[in-house]
C-alpha cells in the first residue's frame, strides 16, 4: 500500500523536507529505484550516487544531511538518525513478514515418547526429534530436521529446512539456524597408528548460546572432550566452519567460507571476513579484524586489523602489497641493469685479453 513521504515519516521517526505528499508503495536500492521508491545513503559514498538517482524520496542520515540535498532531483528527503536502520523499518512496513504457521507437532513429524516439546513449538512434517530431546516454547522446527538424542533446545528457536543437530548439542534462547547446517558432528582428528590413519573419537558438545545466528551449509563440529562454543550474538554467514573446541566470544562476526582449525580461541566482538583461515590453537583478541582472505597462523593482539598470509597488522600488509604492485617495472630495471652488467663485463673482458696498454709500454 503506497504511502505519502510524510506518512513514511512518521513510521521511520524521521523529518521530511521537499515534497511531502509524493507517494510510495516500496524501497530499491539507488540504481534501480523509480519515482514511487524510497533509497536510502548512511555514507558519503551514497550520498554521490544520489545524483543520477530516480527515487521518489530518500533516506539520510541526519549528521550527513545538507540542504543542498534537495537540489539532487529527489522529491523528498527524510532525515533520521540511522539512514539504513530506517530503511529497514520502511521495507518492513512494505513487505510485512507473513503470520507464522501455527500448525502444532506434525503427524507426520517422527517426535520420541521421551521427548518434551514446550508450548507453541511448531513441527513440520518429516522432521525427527530423538529421545530425550527438550524443545523450549515458540520454536519452528521445519521439515527434514534432525535432532540427535539428549540436545537440548531453548526458547524461540527456530531450524529450517533440513538441519542437522546431532546428540548432546544445546542451543540458547532465540537461536536461528538455516537450511543445511549441520551441528555437532565428530572434529576431523585422526592420528597415525600401525601405518594407518585412526579415528580420535570425540566425546564432547556443542553449546550454542543465545541470539545466535548460524547461515545456510555451516557446520560446528563437536569438542573431542568439553565443549565447542559459539558465544551469545554472535553472526556465522553460510559455508563457515568451525571445528572441534573452538571456543568464539560474544558478538563475533563470520562472513562466507571462514575456516577455523581445532581449538581456536576468540575474544567479544571480533569480525572475519570472507576466506578467512585461522590455524588451530591460535587466539583472536577482543575487538581484532581479519580481512578477507587472511590467513592467520598466531594471536592476533586485541583491537587489532591483519591482512595477508601470514597474516600481519594491516599497515605493514599494505606495504608488502604496494610493492608487490611495483614488481614488473622493478624487474624490467633489473633486466636493463643485467644486460648493461653484461655489455660491461664484456668490455673489461676484451680489455685484460689484450694485455697492456701502448702507454703503459711507453711508461715503462
Known amino acids: 500500500m503506497a504511502v505519502t513521504a510524510q506518512e513514511l515519516a512518521a513510521i521511520i521517526k524521521g523529518e521530511v523536507h521537499g515534497d511531502a505528499q509524493v507517494l510510495i508503495d516500496d524501497g530499491r536500492t539507488v540504481e534501480r529505484a523509480g519515482r514511487r521508491h524510497v533509497v536510502f545513503a548512511g555514507s558519503e ?4 550516487k544520489l545524483g543520477g538517482c530516480r527515487a521518489g524520496a530518500a533516506i539520510i542520515t541526519r549528521s550527513l544531511f545538507k540542504p543542498e540535498h534537495l537540489a539532487v532531483g529527489i522529491p523528498a528527503i527524510i532525515v533520521v538518525d540511522d ?12 513487505r510485512p513478514p507473513r503470520a507464522r504457521r501455527m500448525i502444532g507437532i506434525s503427524p507426520d513429524a517422527y517426535v520420541s515418547p521421551s521427548a518434551t516439546v514446550g ?22 522446527i521445519y521439515p527434514g530436521v534432525f535432532i540427535g538424542a539428549a540436545s537440548r533446545l531453548g526458547d524461540d528457536v527456530t531450524l529450517y529446512p533440513n538441519v542437522v543437530v546431532y546428540g548432546n548439542v544445546s542451543l540458547g534462547d532465540r537461536v536461528t539456524i538455516h537450511a543445511c547446517a549441520v551441528i555437532g558432528a565428530d572434529g ?9 590413519r585412526e579415528k580420535v573419537p570425540h566425546f564432547g558438545a556443542v553449546r550454542i548460546e543465545n541470539d545466535v545466528e548460524i547461515g545456510a551449509c555451516s557446520t ?11 558465544g ?3 553472526k556465522i554467514d553460510n559455508l563457515v566452519m568451525v571445528a572441534h573446541n573452538c571456543e568464539l566470544g560474544k558478538h563475533n562476526i563470520l562472513a562466507s567460507l571462514v575456516g577455523l582449525a581445532g581449538s581456536v580461541s576468540t575474544g567479544d566482538n571480533v569480525i572475519c571476513a570472507g576466506q578467512v583461515g585461522v590455524a588451530d590453537h591460535v587466539h583472536l583478541g577482543e575487538g581484532c579484524v581479519l580481512g578477507s582472505k587472511t590467513g592467520a597462523h598466531k594471536d592476533v593482539p586485541a583491537g587489532e586489523t591483519h591482512l595477508g598470509m601470514p597474516s600481519q597488522p594491516a599497515a605493514e600488509a599494505m ?7 611495483k614488481l ?5 630495471t633489473v633486466r636493463k641493469l643485467e644486460a648493461r652488467v653484461e655489455e660491461l663485463t664484456k668490455k673489461v673482458d676484451a680489455l685484460s685479453a689484450s694485455g697492456p696498454s701502448e702507454s703503459s709500454k711507453t711508461a715503462a
Open 319 to 325: 606495504k608488502v602489497i604496494m610493492s608487490q604492485q
Open 232 to 234: 551469545e550474538g554472535t
Open 220 to 230: 560446528i563440529d563437536r569438542a573431542m572432550i568439553g565443549e565447542t562454543i559459539i
Open 45 to 48: 559514498a551514497f550520498l554521490k
Open 119 to 140: 508450548e507453541n513449538t511448531c513441527i513440520h512434517p518429516g522432521a525427527f526429534i530423538d529421545d530425550d530431546v527438550a524443545i523450549g516454547r515458540n520454536c519452528d
Open 83 to 94: 539512514a539504513q536502520r530506517a530503511f529497514g523499518a520502511a521495507l518492513q512496513h512494505f
Open 188 to 196: 576431523f582428528g585422526y592420528r597415525l597408528h600401525g601405518g594407518k
Open 328 to 332: 614488473p617495472a622493478l624487474l624490467r
